[in-house]
């Protein structure tokens, strides 16, 4: 029985024929025929147009964008300038295939064996003229092995510059942060030193880490430097290698107008790190932005909150600060201490569930040992107690004593004292201690709360690349050394394009996130109509799905035309 349907696809509907029969004795689809959308029926039936015998659905506008961004970045001319030439026995340039890798980290990430089956699903081949044949997984393997270390340095520092000098990246306000991805690489594997287990954000204490640094611009959040390093090393020793490669890459970017403020966290501070820092500002137009953890300065806490004035109540609300001055790290420094309603009543909310957690563990392990159920020693049971009153501030809120020295004697006793409690919520919640080496003449209290609140340009970029759909790290399929590096390379390339895809978007009045770009940009679809004639290769005609308005301002402003089938 043959019988007309339809399929909605981005919005579209479009019709086929289809005839289904009973197939050993159940109904089976044995013939399916494109139609066209309804205006195509209707000029089919004026005998206007001929009846396609086959349609193929194409991804044409994320990946055609995709293409676009990375022809202007530059990106597989500057690798083919650092590396050089390709062998004659191969298909396609270093450059292209670490173009491809990148387009295929932000479109759909995948491994590189699965890479040619999805280059089929999109208008890939009309886009970049590679043979099928150069799309195995292998001759991606080799044109990774063929970078170095070096060169993967240099050609950071080429595209950078680049981006820097073609996009017009505002300079003046720089981030730096640090994360680590979980791989899934064998423990036995000892050809990938830099994968190590450590402590995992992504709380998979389980599985072996590589760690990444970025410094990324406040201007749209485009990294500028990035750093891998083994799982198991402190962020804290990463330090010194990113603001190194800053002073190298931007130590002469600065000027009168031009001054580079870095921001970080607390995570990053040490003695070495400051006396790094201090004799970079005496070279380099170069200012930071930091915070000190409120438990080491009790002093700066006690201050009473007469002395706090609100900062900008338009730009901060009910914020509130002082400022002072103390020696920190060797040398005097500008202090802001900071005291918000909205943080106080996040940490309070927060420590009253940790609170409350630690009271439920506290009433078991009490319990257990009223019922003699433990064989633990003494000692142990003290351990388990201090872990579970490890969280910050717990211990001055909760108080416990344990008796007996024998397993079978011991008695825990806990209880919550609320005026404790009292006392910390006026004295901790809500503050921040923020210092730099900004005087009051170069930046207000506005100004250095502004900018360390720029930090979540880098949480935002680093929560992308853990997006498991675009811009994604992960899946992660090299097992070596050398190829994680390269692997982290391409994946900071990825999102390097897909921010600057967005700011172009933003600059253009449309204010969306990386996946909506994307998304919006997947609505645009090639359809490919095969014509079978009597003897020979069907005859095919492509076509572009209709633009909705959003599609049509992105089409335009990222100059798809250029890629577009020809009718």
């Given at each position: ?7 909605t ?9 289809r005839?289904?029969?009973r ?19 209707e000029?089919?039936?004026d005998?206007a ?6 349609t193929r ?8 964008a ?13 690798v ?13 340039s ?89 791989t ?20 998979r ?16 959040g ?5 750093h891998p390093?083994?799982g ?26 031009q ?23 005496e ?11 409120p ?30 001055r ?12 900071t ?42 049971v003290?351990?388990e ?29 806990w209880?919550?004292?609320?005026k ?44 992308q ?17 050398h ?47 095969l ?37």
């Open positions: 029985m043959a019988s007309i349907i339809g399929k696809i981005n919005g579209h509907t479009y019709y086929y024929l005839e289904v029969a197939v050993g004795g159940k109904p089976k689809i044995v013939s399916q025929r494109y139609l066209g959308k309804a205006s195509d029926i000029a089919a039936i005998g147009q001929m009846m396609p015998d086959r659905h194409l991804g044409f506008g994320d990946l055609a995709v293409w676009s961004m990375l022809e202007r970045v530059r990106v597989a001319d500057i083919d300038e650092v590396v050089g030439a390709r062998r004659s026995d191969a298909a396609a270093v450059g292209t295939y670490i173009a491809l890798a990148v387009a295929n980290r932000i479109v759909d990430p995948c491994s590189k064996r699965a890479f040619a089956e999805w280059w089929q699903t999109t208008c890939g081949d009309r886009v970049v003229k590679v043979p099928t044949s150069a799309l195995d997984h292998r001759r991606f393997w080799d044109a990774m092995d063929s970078i170095s270390a070096e060169q993967l340095q240099e050609i950071e520092r080429r595209i950078v510059a680049h981006v820097v000098a073609e996009f017009g990246i505002e300079m003046t306000g720089l981030v730096l942060d640090m994360t680590n991805f979980a899934h690489i064998d423990t036995a594997n000892d050809r990938a030193p830099i994968a190590q287990r450590g402590h995992a954000k992504q709380k204490n389980d599985l072996r880490l590589v760690g990444l640094g970025l410094i990324v611009s406040i201007d749209g485009i990294p500028l430097v990035s390093y083994a198991n090393r402190p962020d804290v020793t990463q330090f010194p290698e990113l603001v190194k490669e800053l002073a190298v890459r931007f130590g002469a970017a600065g000027g009168d107008d001054d580079l403020t870095l921001v970080y966290d607390a995570g990053q501070n040490s003695e070495d790190n400051y006396e790094l820092v201090d004799g970079l500002i070279d380099l137009p170069l200012h930071f932005v930091s915070s000190l953890p438990s080491d300065h009790p002093d700066l806490l006690a201050v009473p909150k007469a002395r706090y004035k609100t900062v900008d109540k338009e730009r901060f609300g009910g914020l509130r600060a002082f400022e002072t103390k020696v920190v790290f060797g040398a005097e420094r500008r202090i802001v201490v005291y918000s309603p909205t943080l106080r009543d996040k940490q309070s909310q927060g420590f009253d569930q940790t609170g409350a957690k630690a009271r439920r563990q506290l009433a078991e392990l009490a319990a257990r040992l009223a019922r003699g159920k433990t064989r633990k020693p003494k000692d142990s003290e351990a107690i201090a872990q579970i009153l490890k969280p910050r501030w717990l211990s001055r809120v909760i108080s416990t004593s344990l008796s007996g020295e024998s397993p079978a004697d011991l008695r825990l006793i209880r919550t004292k609320p404790a409690r009292d006392a910390l919520e006026e004295e901790a919640f809500g503050k921040r201690i923020l210092f730099s080496d900004k005087d009051r003449d170069l930046a207000s209290a506005a100004v250095i709360v502004a900018d360390y609140r720029s930090q979540e340009h880098a949480e935002a970029d680093f929560r690349m853990k997006d498991p759909k675009v811009v994604s790290f992960s899946p992660m399929f090299h097992w070596t050394d190829k994680i590096r390269v692997h982290v390379f391409y994946c900071v390339l990825a999102l390097m394009v897909a921010r600057l895809m967005v700011r172009e978007a933003n600059r253009a009045g449309l204010h969306i996130s990386v996946r909506a770009v994307l998304k919006t940009l997947a609505g645009i679809e090639e359809t490919v109509l014509y079978q004639g009597d003897r020979g290769r069907p005859r095919a005609r492509r076509t572009l799905t209709e633009l909705d308005p959003t599609q049509q301002r992105l089409y335009d402003l990222f100059g798809l035309e250029t890629y577009a089938p020809q009718s």
